[in-house]
């Protein structure tokens, strides 16, 4: 049985900073590009950050240089660091597995973690 969960949320001071993890089991994590997205009231699923198999990396514009991501393949974890927070950030964070290949494997979501940034 496959299970993507998140961890790390709360609530944080803007300027504050949070590190979310996201733990994959039952798939072979190291086949697979991890991502976060997030998802604000009103607003459309928007992908924050992505890694590859390899560690390839990249990021929304809104988040460079705040936000790192990145992979423990032996921990079948990936990380968000998030700093320098800011009100805008608030939303609840979902992480991805897509497996490199999507013509046998399927994609997997976590249930979410909210972030609040809020003074």
């Known amino acids: 049985q496959v299970q993507v969960e998140e961890f790390g949320g709360g609530l944080v001071q803007p300027g504050g900073s949070l590190r979310l993890s996201c733990v994959a089991s039952g798939i072979t994590f190291r086949r697979y590009y991890m991502a976060w997205y997030r998802q604000a009231p009103g607003f459309q699923r928007e992908l924050v950050a992505a890694?590859?198999?390899?560690?390839?990396?990249h990021y929304a514009d809104s988040v460079k240089g705040r936000f790192t991501i990145y992979r423990d393949n032996d921990k079948n974890t990936v990380y968000l660091q998030m700093n320098s927070l800011k009100p805008g950030d608030t939303a609840v964070y979902y992480c991805n597995a897509d497996p490199v290949d999507s013509s046998k494997y399927d994609a997997y979501w976590g249930q979410g973690t909210q972030v609040t940034v809020s003074s």
């Open positions: 890694i590859t198999t390899f560690g390839g990396t």
